[in-house]
């Protein structure tokens, strides 16, 4: 357990040299290639207005979202009543899909107990 304390004690000793040598290089090429994306000034009120419109933004395309969810299930209705008429691609692909929901499904309670299968930890 020591030898791995300090493992990463000479890897974040690592990273913040790095970051001292190069994190101000990158910073300033990163603020200049994103020019166009920064406000004026840049004070805690600009930030907090901003904040505000992106939460009003949000809140106002709700309906369109809503819209669209309901148009999916109505094509999703459709397909399962002509699901006799299906090409075998389609049901394939169809059952790929869950498979990929499924899995996904699974690496999250895997993560959500701590990377463990049982979620007990040895």
């Excluded at 101000?24 to 901003?50: A, G, H, W």
């Excluded at 809140?59 to 008429?85: D, M, Y």
Aim: hydrophobic content about 40%; charged content about 25%; aromatic content about 12%.
């Amino acid at each position: 357990m020591a030898s791995k304390l300090r493992l990463l004690q000479s890897k974040a000793c690592q990273a913040k040299q790095f970051l001292s040598n190069h994190g101000d290089v990158y910073y300033k090429q990163m603020i200049e290639q994103n020019k166009e994306f920064i406000q004026e000034p840049p004070t805690v009120e600009t930030c907090s207005r901003l904040s505000k419109q992106l939460f009003y933004t949000r809140l106002a395309s709700l309906p369109g979202r809503r819209e669209a969810l309901w148009k999916e299930v109505e094509q999703v209705k459709q397909v399962w009543k002509n699901r006799k008429e299906m090409k075998v691609e389609e049901v394939g692909v169809a059952a790929l899909f869950g498979l990929e929901c499924f899995a996904w499904f699974c690496a999250g309670e895997i993560i959500g107990r701590g990377f463990t299968i049982t979620g007990y930890k040895v």
